[in-house]
Nanobody
């Protein structure tokens, strides 16, 4: 079992930055790829970014490429999402998740464990 806790969300003006953290406990964190998803009201949960076990391979949704950076610190059992140049359309609950797949999937059903989410609100 893996427990995930997100933090770092909040209210920011357009063009601003936030850094989300995802603290993991339970099974050996370092063995698994992880990802970030987000869900806005009335919309489906969508892929944001994913990172492999070592941090050497990443994948991003087109909508966040060049603005967001995913990273992880296995010594601290923590994954991060640095979000720059935020836009109002980035407003959503952001979730971290763990997958057993090594190929950085972009669909939510391929992730086995989820955090409770952290709200990100970007004002125009």
């Amino acid at each position: 079992q893996v427990q995930l806790v997100e933090s770092g969300g909040g209210l920011v003006q357009a063009g601003g930055s936030l850094r989300l953290s995802c603290a993991a406990s339970g099974r050996t964190f370092v063995r698994y790829a992880m990802g970030w998803f987000r869900q806005a009201p009335g919309k489906e949960r969508e892929f944001v970014a994913a990172i492999n076990w070592s941090g050497g391979t990443t994948n991003y949704a087109d909508s966040v490429k060049g603005r967001f950076t995913i990273s992880r610190d296995n010594a601290k059992n923590t994954m991060y999402l640095q979000m720059n140049s935020l836009k109002p359309e980035d407003t959503a609950v952001h979730y971290c998740a763990v997958t057993y797949s090594p190929v950085l999937p972009t669909t939510a059903r391929e992730y086995a464990y989820w955090g409770q989410g952290t709200q990100v609100t970007v004002s125009s």
